[in-house]
């Protein structure tokens, strides 16, 4: 399996580089905050090969990639995108600044 291209076709789909916040990733997904939502292309991430699926959660693009595979397909995003790695607590705390000043009350 070819990790680089399956990275460089998920930047792709997402709107490219400069519609990425940042990333991370748990046990079997991607998480990545986007600046515009409208610039993905949420069929074509289906259907990348190593894609199980696609969803939006508290602020973030989870993109479905299975346990010992999103690991590496991570290292070569986040090489592809040229971003530092961001922990899921980076991840959390960017999301929550996007939320609205009512949101942000809340929690």
Not at 50 to 55: E, L, Q, T
Not at 60 to 70: A, D, E, N, P
Not at 85 to 97: G, P, W
Request: with cysteine.
């Amino acid at each position: 399996m070819d990790y680089r291209s399956s990275a460089r076709e998920i930047l792709s789909a997402i709107g490219g580089k400069k519609n990425l916040v940042s990333a991370a990733h748990c046990a079997t997904r991607l998480r990545l905050i986007i600046a515009d939502n409208s610039k993905i292309q949420k069929d074509t991430l289906e259907n990348i090969d190593v894609v199980k699926g696609v969803f939006e959660a508290s602020g973030q693009l989870q993109i479905i990639i299975g346990t010992g595979t999103v690991n590496k397909v991570y290292d070569e995003f986040i090489a592809e995108a040229g971003v530092e790695a961001s922990s899921k607590d980076e991840v959390k705390a960017q999301v929550a600044q996007k939320q609205n000043w009512f949101k942000r009350l809340i929690k």
